[in-house]
T-cell receptor, first 114, second 111 residues
C-alpha cells in the first residue's frame, strides 16, 4: 500500500505570495492532519480534517487554511507569506479521527520564503 | 495544557553502546504515547506506541520503551545502537484533539 504523498517536496516563494500544498493520504484513510516544523518552534499542529470537515485547529493565524476533498486528499493554503512561514510542512493520515487512530506521516514539503 | 518534555536536546553515543532517551508527559490519567524517529529531510516514522497494558512496549528496529505512571515518563531504550540510528527522536502524546510533540532529541553516533 502506498504511503502518504506530499507535493511539491520543495518550494520557494517570496514574501506576500500565497502557496498551496497538497497531501494524498494512504488509501482508505479518511483523516488528514497538518503540522508545521521549524527549528525554533518544533512540531506544531495546524489542523485536522475528517470527511471533508475541519475537526480541530491549532493556534495559527487565519492566513493558514485548508480543505479536504471527497477522495480524502487535502490541501493547505498559506496566504500573504511571511519569512517566518519557512518550514517543513508535514501531513499525516489516519483511518479515522479521534484519539486511537495511528497517524502515518508523509515526507513533508519544505517551504522557503525569501 | 498538554505538554511533553524531552530534557536532552542532543545525545552522543558510541556505536554498540546502549541508549536511553528520556520523555515526560503531562496529560491525563490514560496517556496515549508514541516515539517517532525523523531522519534528516524526512518525515516521521513510528517506532512504537503505548496506550494500555504491559508497561514495556517493543517497537521496530530493536527499540523498546517503558511507561512509568508514577514518574509520568515514557523513556525509549535500545541495548546496542547502530550508526543508522543517528536521527532525531520525538516523544509524542495524543490528546483528544491533536498530537503534542516533545522538542526532540538529536542522536549522534560515533564509531
Amino acid at each position: 500500500k502506498a504511503g502518504v504523498t506530499q507535493t511539491p517536496r520543495y518550494l520557494i516563494k517570496t514574501r506576500g505570495q500565497q502557496v498551496t500544498l497538497s497531501c494524498s493520504p494512504i488509501s482508505g484513510h479518511r483523516s488528514v492532519s497538518w503540522y508545521q516544523q521549524t527549528p525554533g518552534q518544533g512540531l506544531q499542529f495546524l489542523f485536522e480534517y475528517f470527511s471533508e470537515t475541519q475537526r480541530n485547529k491549532g493556534n495559527f493565524p487565519g492566513r493558514f487554511s485548508g480543505r479536504q476533498f471527497s477522495n480524502s486528499r487535502s490541501e493547505m493554503n498559506v496566504s500573504t507569506l511571511e519569512l517566518g512561514d519557512s518550514a517543513l510542512y508535514l501531513c499525516a493520515s489516519s483511518l479515522g479521527d479521534g484519539r486511537y487512530n495511528e497517524q502515518f506521516f508523509g515526507p513533508g514539503t519544505r517551504l522557503t520564503v525569501l | 495544557a498538554q505538554s511533553v518534555t524531552q530534557p536532552d536536546i542532543h545525545i552522543t553515543v558510541s556505536e554498540g553502546a546502549s541508549l536511553e532517551l528520556r520523555c515526560n508527559y503531562s496529560y491525563g490519567a490514560t496517556p496515549y504515547l508514541f516515539w517517532y524517529v525523523q531522519s534528516p529531510g524526512q518525515g516521521l516514522q513510528l517506532l512504537l506506541k503505548y496506550f494500555s497494558g504491559d508497561t514495556l512496549v517493543q517497537g521496530i528496529k530493536g527499540f523498546e520503551a517503558e511507561f512509568k505512571r508514577s514518574q509520568s515518563s515514557f523513556n525509549l531504550r535500545k541495548p546496542s545502537v547502530h550508526w543508522s540510528d543517528a536521527a532525531e527522536y520525538f516523544c509524542v502524546e495524543r490528546g483528544n484533539e491533536k498530537l503534542t510533540f516533545g522538542t526532540g532529541t538529536r542522536l549522534t553516533i560515533i564509531p
